[in-house]
């Protein structure tokens, strides 16, 4: 993960712990970035996952939302909250 990734986890940790909202980092490396988000939600019977929009995908994804994001939306075992770029 760059340097852009970890200052924005460690912003998003910052606001869920002065809420006392319990949050977990996990970085992992797979092919699909939808895939592993769902099988973790899934093994780790998550209540919401927090997703940006858009990610790098390129003018090739959705033009709406990204491709990782509607993948995880359509096929998640929770409530997702996604947040568009600020």
Do not use: H, Q
Request: proline share 2%; hydrophobic share 50%; with cysteine.
């Amino acid at each position: 993960m760059d340097a852009c990734g970890e200052e924005v986890l460690a912003r998003a940790a910052a606001i869920l712990k002065a809420e006392d909202v319990p949050a977990k980092k996990v970085v992992a490396s797979s092919i699909s970035a939808a895939d592993e988000i769902l099988d973790f939600a899934e093994k780790e019977k998550i209540d919401l996952i927090i997703i940006g929009s858009k990610g790098l995908g390129g003018k090739a994804t959705r033009v709406v939302m990204g491709s990782v994001a509607l993948k995880v939306v359509s096929n998640a075992p929770c409530n997702v909250y996604v947040v568009k770029k600020a």
